[in-house]
């Protein structure tokens, strides 16, 4: 798998590049972008929206909690997910899993779009509702391993930061193109034409993305590292998620520390901010989308900026510096919140902006963390593992702590212990940076064990 020069020398790991490169780049890039936009129409229009289709018997309190409610489902099926799609990941290829996850989720979110409401179908609208969700999150589940780990397998070591960032960066990337088309449409229809059918639009382009997703990922080539292992490595029945939690637990552990604060921040500066600011502070909807808008812009900037940066400082001084930034933010944020609109749209654009330092980097630490034969469930694992105690619960706890005590200083309270968790997830983790992907052995640092041995 590895090039030559002209004399028949194999050139070193770290300075060749592998061939399909781009395409892999491209395909996991854009692929992660549309299935992100997918799942994050819903959890843009989950307070707003659902609370009144499928929820219009409650308060208005309750109802709002019902809505994030059902969206933490598709947080609880993530991990359910990174174990299916890991263990296939790993045994079969990360190129199948690339595909299958693509069209899983965007089949999804399509239908959701044709689902009929409360007063239509009654109780069997919400339900639906929910199951569509789950699956939504089922399949995102694999996403990270899929495309954030066939991008990091075939990088240089020495530039794996700022690769791995940017499929890592869909999240950021696919909030801004679902926020984008919201605001779009919300600009050509009525408040009431959007909360009647207006928001199915944006559920409804997800047919023809389908199409332009499926298409590009159906070219990438598999991962050169993976079939280098499938070469030289001895192959197992075992499963790789048990291998991983059997062999990397620590690493499974420092991934999950590190994802708490930055997962926690992301869903309250894109998702609680929409409910807090529109519902609890009265700006109109539309204002406050436009404000994540830019939010998502900055985060996006602010990935691929602190991958880049990871590359030249080291994974951890970036994470742990970006973790320390969103601790101080905290109250700051929800002070500038509760001032104004334009200083609103200022707190959660830095807010948005740190998040993205911790998360650009933490791509490539956590493919970094593990050894070939189980890297995809490991990371896997580590990244969504993180949904069911972090990302899915956060909005629906902000917005819990926010209603009994009527104040910002609990949720506050929650950001700031959240980012210092990740602080000493990291802090008192393995630093990663240029290690060979290939050479990886059990417990994520040294020779593979079975590199010498072919088949």
């Not at 194999?10 to 972008?33: Q, T």
């Not at 239509?120 to 509702?129: D, E, M, R």
């Not at 070939?372 to 917005?399: D, E, K, V």
């Amino acid at each position: 798998m590895s090039e030559s020069t002209a004399a028949g020398r194999e050139l070193p790991s770290d300075e060749r590049e592998a061939p399909g490169f781009k395409r892999a780049l491209a395909g996991s890039m854009v692929g992660a972008v549309l299935e992100w936009y997918d799942f994050a129409i819903y959890g843009a229009l989950a307070a707003s929206i659902f609370a009144g289709q499928f929820f219009p018997e409650s308060a208005p309190f309750t109802g709002t909690l019902l809505a994030l409610g059902t969206q933490a489902v598709g947080f609880i099926a993530r991990p359910l997910g990174a174990v299916f799609f890991g263990h296939l990941g790993d045994r079969v290829g990360r190129k199948p899993m690339l595909i299958a996850t693509y069209l899983i989720l965007a089949l999804a979110t399509a239908m959701i779009g044709l689902l009929p409401n409360y007063a239509a179908w009654g109780l069997a609208a919400p339900i639906l509702l929910v199951v569509l969700r789950f699956v939504q999150g089922f399949a995102l589940g694999g996403e990270f391993g899929a495309a954030v780990t066939l991008v990091a397998e075939y990088a240089k070591p020495q530039q794996r930061g700022r690769w791995a960032a940017l499929p890592q960066s869909g999240g950021a990337a696919g909030t801004l193109l679902a926020t984008g088309v919201l605001t779009l449409i919300g600009s050509l229809v009525s408040p009431e034409q959007f909360a009647e059918w207006g928001w199915r639009i944006a559920f409804l382009i997800a047919i023809p993305l389908l199409l332009v997703g499926a298409w590009l990922r159906y070219g990438v080539q598999e991962s050169p590292v993976f079939q280098q292992a499938e070469r030289h490595l001895e192959q197992t029945e075992s499963s790789s998620v048990l291998e991983a939690i059997k062999h990397s637990p620590r690493m499974i552990l420092h991934g999950l520390g590190a994802r708490i604060g930055e997962n926690v921040a992301f869903y309250i500066y894109t998702v609680f901010v929409i409910a807090y600011a529109s519902k609890y502070i009265g700006y109109a909807v539309p204002d406050v989308l436009r404000a994540v808008l830019f939010a998502a812009m900055a985060q996006f900037i602010g990935m691929i900026a602190g991958g880049w940066i990871s590359d030249y400082l080291g994974r951890k001084p970036v994470m742990i510096a970006a973790a320390l930034g969103l601790a101080v933010w905290a109250p700051i944020f929800f002070a500038l919140a509760q001032s104004s609109l334009g200083l609103l749209t200022l707190g959660v654009v830095v807010g948005a902006f740190m998040h993205g330092l911790l998360a650009g980097p933490e791509a490539a630490w956590l493919v970094e963390l593990f050894p070939t034969r189980y890297r995809f469930a490991g990371s896997s694992i580590a990244f969504q593992g993180s949904s069911i105690i972090a990302g899915g619960p956060a909005p629906l706890i902000a917005t819990a702590l926010l209603g009994a005590s009527g104040n910002t200083t609990p949720v506050v309270i929650y950001l700031i212990v959240c980012a210092l968790i990740s602080v000493v997830a990291v802090a008192t983790a393995p630093e990663t940076k240029g290690r060979d992907l290939a050479a990886v052995g059990d417990e994520g640092s040294g020779p593979s064990r079975a590199a010498a041995r072919t088949r």
